[in-house]
């Protein structure tokens, strides 16, 4: 058994089943490991950035992290935006990144660079073992350090030597951090805050966004009047109809600040004080009213579930929640096709059990307001701002939940990064239907340009935020990687596509000309 | 005048003229700047790494930096890898990164991330000004330090209140490095050692490959009898009919070794003692054999130019290389179309003056030999060895060199990493002609895998080297981005493709199917 084989059986014993992988040279024991090995099922990406934002869906989907294998300093790089965004997200995901044998490092070979220095920023974890029989070891604590609560990315730096040498044994899993217990005088500080008659807010992030959590804060709300509320951006959120509704904090801060004017407490349930997205000059970066109180139940790394629950109970929450979200399916549109008829169809024929990967921008604003009363189901969205998440997002969640249909809306301008994740939908036959919004221009910035007070734009300026000359064709893009694709400019095509793919099974593209 | 536009005006004084974008909300002060102060041509890429690849092959034909602009931490890391590749070809670059305001950088908004982390294992010079008016000095730092000798990357990370507040004016240039002069003795001592019987090589690297640098080669060479040669992979080279040849080190560490036998002193010109690229169980990582010398004429950044020069009258050299290559253009190919027939068209058909982009990879052998005694011409290679290069890096030789035909021709594998380059050639009609080897494969990983002693590799293995199922249809891929394609599978339809691809102006794709 090599350094490679241990590690990959080490992996098989915590449970690690899918590994997103871009490998080179450097990589090849582990590779051949993939192999030797039974229990892990190798995904290639064509690109790295495929390959971490996979890792990121699946991790956000199944709650343990897939492994990603990646080559040396460049090839992390690559992945770096994506495992940014997995950052905000709180994602377990272990990084396995090809490194030159230790004896080989002191030759500045072309492909070395300072791969600790790319790793940290996104790392809550980072190891190189110098020596093959450390390797095992060093997975476990890995596999261990990603699933410590909140989640993270673990990195492991593999040196080519360590993997080829000979190795003892593969290790087992070891234990981590579970979510810390919350302290019941913190609850019942909590507690008697909501009662002091002030006008509070709970903000939730993390586990507690599935159905049982926002089942405890809809009846938590109803005992005490607290407004209850989301981040713009949420890693995994479960919505549509049956769930108990949250407030979603807009997203450009003027709005954020009028939303939450008047809040006098804030509770934070696994949540950080809401900040402007950016700066903008004369704005305000922190938007959490000057006079309200913070209040802090559930830090990321805390039992947010348990402390709900014993919330719940001291501020004699009813039994159930009283309100629900009721199902209520939007009319179809028809004529030409508009941002708002592409929502409509999508929140009309969205099946229950459905994942959305929503990186819409602004031109998925209705889908997101459509949806809120579809077929329940989770949305998922880009948690570190950093454009290009979407399509690998939803071929990772695709992964780690078969028998779901995957929903990818996506801005035309974001899904250029990644495209290549198209590919690998088409090679591992995903059930991803990708909605691809055309309005062609990055018009997040057109606004933008506009707010940060950049006024008179020229054309050499719009020019750089305008997608036209030449038109993106998405139907030849898509095809080009093996995936069905039709474009729509008429409400009426798009909602006999969007239907259409709904019914069948693997991946299919609809460009949304808009 | 605002922080950005000082900083834009202080670019133009320093003589740079392009600016390569893919901006963000916090970039839009620099953006509306390149409109107002006339002289820097904004070139849009729609990712990252198409930027900065660009950025590369404009600083290596232009001698000079054009500017990046790139979205915080999550862009430049976008852009990493092919600034790690521009790193090892030290070819002058600026890259200006977005940051959040000064004051919200506090609040670690989803954006936030550690940017100098990211820039550093690629930047010689790094600077965060947190005032306005101090932003347009740290600008002509930036340029004066990408342009030290032997050039660099500068990364000045710009907080968005910096690019928004007011300034006090552009700053003018300040001086840089220029490269050192090469003491006297040491020519002599080198002048000697080449007469003291022993077999020598000179290895060259940097500037000495332009045609005037391989003539003082070639003039030393037949005063003293030593081989002349080059890396495996050179920033730029001029090579073809007219020019003196250098034999190039084999890509693979054991034929390296059997090329450099018999060695006894190596003298490096601008170059490093040439290793492995990748260490391999039970082989050698240091090339040079064992018992050689190395003495050094000049270091990366000395004047090796002047150095030849000394060199040649010291050792007596005449006046004129007595060697310089023939025009030998081979025969075209019939049937079907193979990686020898692809290279014997390019070589055939190839015009005077021309710019190759070369990331062929193992597809590409031939053409680099059959092209050795083509017309003469620019060859750019893979120096940091991340493959994804070879699109943008043929987009920003267009743009540095407009009066001449660029040809790229590029793996299948390599080339998914920065397609989006292909947009950019039809957005900015540049004359660019793109020959895809597809041979659905990372075929150097198959050889590789045997090479590590990965024996009898499975299935599993060999689907992660394998880019059929589906099949990449690079016709369809290039369309998608505006730009005119055909696919060719036997030697007369690319003979053809070729030759009328080489008589008109404009983007163009063949994918040559071997």
Redesign the interface.
């Known amino acids: 058994m090599n350094g490679a084989e241990s590690l990959v059986q080490t992996f098989v014993n915590c449970g690690v089943e899918v590994c997103f992988?871009n490998?080179?040279?450097?990589e090849?024991?582990f590779?051949?490991a993939?192999?030797?090995i039974d229990g892990i099922r190798?995904v290639?990406g064509?690109?790295e950035?495929v390959v971490t934002g996979a890792a990121d869906g699946y991790g956000r989907m199944a709650g343990k992290p897939a492994a990603t294998l990646l080559?040396?300093?460049?090839?992390l790089?690559?992945g770096?935006?994506n495992l940014?965004?997995a950052r905000?997200a709180a994602t377990p995901i272990i990084n396995v990144v090809g490194e030159?044998?230790t004896?080989?490092r002191q030759?500045?070979?072309?492909?070395a660079?300072?791969i600790a220095?790319?790793a940290?920023?996104?790392s809550v974890w980072m190891e190189t073992p110098e020596d093959a029989r450390d390797v095992a070891a060093a997975g476990a604590r890995a596999y261990a350090a990603s699933m410590s609560a909140p989640g993270g990315i673990a990195t492991l730096i593999l040196p080519?030597?360590t993997a080829?040498l000979d190795a003892d044994a593969a290790a087992n899993p070891v234990d981590f951090d579970a979510p810390h217990t919350v302290d019941g005088t913190e609850i019942d500080k909590v507690a008697a805050a909501l009662k002091n008659g002030k006008k509070s807010a709970i903000l939730l992030r993390g586990r507690v966004l599935l159905e049982d959590g926002l089942e405890l804060a809809g009846r938590i709300q109803a005992a005490t009047g607290a407004r209850i509320m989301c981040d713009t951006?949420t890693p995994r959120m479960q919505r549509g109809a049956g769930r108990v509704k949250l407030e979603r904090i807009p997203y450009f801060a003027e709005q954020a600040q009028e939303f939450l004017e008047g809040t006098e407490q804030l509770i934070l349930v696994g949540a950080?004080n809401p900040?402007?997205?950016?700066?903008y000059?004369g704005k305000e970066?922190?938007l959490t009213p000057k006079d309200a109180d913070t209040l802090i139940l559930a830090r990321p790394e805390d039992d947010g579930m348990a402390a709900l629950e014993a919330l719940a109970e001291a501020v004699g929450a009813p039994a159930q929640a009283p309100e629900h979200v009721a199902l209520a399916k939007p009319d179809l549109a028809s004529g030409d096709l508009d941002a708002d008829g592409v929502g409509r169809a999508i929140a009309h024929f969205l099946p229950e059990g459905a994942v959305m990967s929503d990186e819409g921008a602004t031109a998925g604003l209705f889908t997101n307001i459509y949806t809120e009363t579809a077929a329940p189901h989770d949305h998922m969205t880009l948690?570190?701002?950093?454009i290009?998440q979407g399509l690998p997002l939803a071929a990772g969640a695709a992964i780690a939940c078969p028998d779901r249909k995957v929903v990818c809306f996506h801005g035309d301008?974001g899904a250029?990064?990644t495209?290549?994740s198209l590919?690998t939908m088409?090679?591992e036959q995903l059930d991803v239907v990708t909605v691809i919004l055309a309005n062609r221009s990055y018009a997040?910035?057109n606004i933008?340009?506009m707010r940060?007070?950049?006024?008179n734009?020229?054309?050499?300026?719009l020019?750089?935020?305008d997608?036209h000359?030449?038109?993106?064709?998405?139907?030849?893009?898509a095809?080009?990687?093996?995936v069905e694709a039709v474009a729509c400019s008429t409400a009426e095509d798009f909602n006999k596509a969007f239907e259409a793919a709904m019914s069948r099974k693997g991946p299919f593209l609809i460009e949304a000309i808009i």
Chains 1, 2 share one sequence.
Do not use: C
């Open positions: 992988t490998p080179g040279t450097s090849m024991h590779v051949a993939l192999d030797r190798p290639l064509l690109f950035g080559h040396l300093g460049a090839g790089g690559n770096f935006a940014h965004n905000r030159h044998a004896y080989h030759y500045d070979a072309p492909l660079s300072d220095s790319v940290r920023p996104n080519a030597d080829w951006f950080k900040v402007a997205f950016f700066a000059p970066s922190w948690t570190g701002g950093s290009g301008g250029m990064y495209l290549q590919w088409a090679r997040i910035l933008e340009l940060v007070g950049a006024e734009p020229g054309p050499k300026a020019s750089m935020l997608l000359n030449p038109d993106l064709n998405w139907v030849k893009l095809q080009g990687m093996g």
